[in-house]
């Protein structure tokens, strides 16, 4: 969604035709296309069509957070001093989540009127930020909205990369970001499972999955992109699909545990080899028209949750099949137009492109 250095080497038009096609996999999974909340009252029950694209899009989320470790990689083996990377990064997001912020604490849910009434979107203002008070601590983890959190995980994983690389102690990074993430999914996905970890904290959010993504890529630009990553990424990412999967199966048929999984396992494999075949840039990802709209990914990112609220009384009285997919593109579109139009003004281009 965002690269974390804030000079970048020459664009890769396969990372931009990448970065397109991974925002609108987050935006399938904020729209939930084809899940049937009726099904889902029996645990064992779900419409397949919503659990497979809901875990086929699962690739969007690691990607991004590989492709930042990869270019800030890049620029640490560069020769900047990695501190003035954290201090430029930093600043860079903080921009973001805090302008992302203001505008996710403000009444814009107008379409509140068809729910509630010509108050509805103060109503709806008022319950959020009664909701925010009410749990203070959501603030520091997903700032004034939930989609927010991954630019919060991302400032954990350039912070903890840094402390590391500073003290040029990688094998340490590299077995802290494990640790992470094993803990992570032991106390989400794998939580009411027998070797499952109760914790008081949602491990979504924080330092635990961003991390490991974060270092792989900052490992991945050790190397330089050759002609075999492509075959090695795709081996990697039908694995790693493989073993997601079938993670999410058993974890259904043995503990009722519900099929729409942040990350198992096997997400390693998919955010590595996703990465893998991007970088090594071949010709069906050079995407002249996609590239062009993967520039403003990290605009249509803070901005597309508005229309996803915005659509949700729609969403209420049709259920036609075309509609669950063309709302994904309906609330892409919407979002590529107005970062497009804010790109225009100088004061407002940082936070789109």
Request: aromatic share 16%; glycine share 6%; net charge positive.
């Amino acid at each position: 969604m965002i690269s974390v250095t804030t000079t970048q080497p020459p664009r890769l038009l396969a990372v931009d035709t990448m970065r397109f096609l991974a925002i609108i996999a987050v935006i399938i999974i904020h729209t939930c296309p084809f899940r049937d909340l009726t099904l889902e009252h029996d645990a064992r029950q779900y419409n397949l069509l919503g659990v497979f694209l809901n875990q086929l899009a699962r690739f969007g989320v690691p990607f991004f957070f590989t492709i930042s470790g990869y270019f800030w990689g890049l620029k640490v083996r560069g020769g900047t001093p990695v501190v003035s990377i954290l201090a430029q990064t930093a600043k860079r997001l903080l921009l973001v989540l805090v302008a992302a912020s203001v505008i996710y604490a403000l009444p814009y849910n107008i379409t509140a009127i068809f729910e509630y009434g010509a108050l509805g979107p103060i109503k709806v203002w008022n319950w959020h930020l009664h909701d925010l008070a009410s749990n203070p601590e959501r603030i520091l983890f997903e700032a004034t909205n939930q989609h927010l959190w991954f630019l919060i995980a991302l400032l954990w994983a350039v912070a903890i990369a840094t402390v590391f690389v500073y003290f040029r102690r990688v094998r340490y990074l590299v077995a802290v970001a494990v640790i992470l993430y094993v803990f992570g999914i032991l106390a989400l996905a794998y939580e009411k499972t027998p070797v499952g970890i109760a914790f008081p904290f949602y491990t979504l959010q924080g330092p635990f999955f961003s991390t490991l993504f974060f270092v792989t890529g900052y490992i991945l630009s050790g190397y330089p992109p050759q002609a075999k990553w492509l075959r090695l990424g795709v081996v990697f990412t039908l694995a790693g699909f493989a073993i997601h999967f079938s993670e999410a199966f058993l974890l259904w048929k043995w503990w009722q545990i519900r099929p729409f999984h942040h990350y198992l396992f096997g997400t390693v494999l998919i955010g590595l080899g996703v990465s893998m075949i991007t970088l090594s840039d071949p010709p069906a990802l050079r995407i002249k028209v996609l590239a062009k709209a993967g520039r403003y990914t990290l605009g249509i990112y803070v901005i597309h949750y508005i229309f996803v609220d915005w659509l949700l009384p729609v969403n209420a009285v049709v259920t036609h099949p075309a509609w669950e997919i063309g709302r994904v593109f309906l609330i892409l579109g919407l979002a590529l137009v107005v970062a497009q139009w804010m790109s225009k003004y100088k004061v407002l281009r940082k936070l789109v492109t």
